[in-house]
């Protein structure tokens, strides 16, 4: 079955513990992206990835890092997470560079508490 | 400031009326896309158009882009429950093929 898969779904941390979040695409895409989803702002981009090595940054990377050393995996990493990066985060990957027509599929969703 | 502005935030409607949602921005795109959102889940596909001026159709629900190819509306036609969900737009950049989201309309149909 064709799915990109966030790890963990849910996740309670405190201020300032490293933490990844994971998430793989089985779809061979070549675009993989992280948004944050919070009322009123709908979903924001962090990073987003054309291909392995090449990533850039969104509308809002400020505390974040990502990497994409395989073709499946984008893993969005918080080295110092803060309270402020409480929210429901969704990974989307896609086909990049063929069409005009490149529909973003989304995991699940992680919903993430900084206390 | 978001990119691509969805209006309205919210809509509350009775089941059986007709609804129009907008989306619109000042940049050109090369396509664009609407989601639908259910709690608890990602955002789901629902229509990509690629031609200005194009209108597609999906049952009850119609897309249109507009001409410029800088904003596009969704009309539904007698509204029911199921519809109920947040709708979201997505602008395609002509650079990369890269994807930014409007905020979305939260939509509820009432039985």
């Known amino acids: 079955e064709a799915q990109v898969t966030q790890n963990p779904r849910y996740l309670i941390t405190v201020t300032g513990k490293k933490l990844t979040v994971t998430c793989s695409q089985n779809?061979?895409?070549?675009?993989m992206s992280w948004y944050r989803q919070d009322p009123g702002l709908g979903l924001r981009q962090i990073y987003y990835s054309m291909n392995v090595e090449v990533t850039d940054k969104g509308d809002v990377p400020e505390g974040y890092k990502v990497s994409r050393k395989e073709k499946r995996n984008f893993p969005l990493i918080l080295e110092s997470p803060s309270p402020n990066q409480t929210s429901l985060y969704f990974c989307?990957?896609?086909?990049?560079?063929?069409?005009?027509?490149?529909?973003?599929?989304f995991g699940q969703g992680t919903r993430l508490t900084v206390v | 400031t978001q990119l691509l502005e969805q209006s309205p935030q919210f809509l509350s409607i009775q089941e059986g009326e007709n609804l129009t949602v907008y989306c619109n921005s000042s940049s050109v795109f090369s396509s664009l896309q609407w989601y639908r959102q259910e709690p608890g889940e990602g955002p789901v596909l629902l229509v990509t158009?690629?031609?200005?001026?194009e209108v597609k159709k999906l049952k009850r629900l119609t897309f249109q882009f507009g001409d410029a190819r800088k904003d596009s509306s969704l009309h539904i036609t007698a509204a029911q429950p199921g519809d109920t969900g947040l709708y979201l737009c997505a602008g395609q950049s002509y650079n990369n093929n890269d994807m930014r989201f409007g905020a979305g309309t939260r939509l509820t149909v009432k039985p």
């Open positions: 779809m061979n895409h070549e675009y």
């Open positions: 989307a990957s896609g086909r990049a560079r063929v069409s005009h027509n490149t529909e973003a599929f």
């Open positions: 158009v690629v031609t200005g001026g």
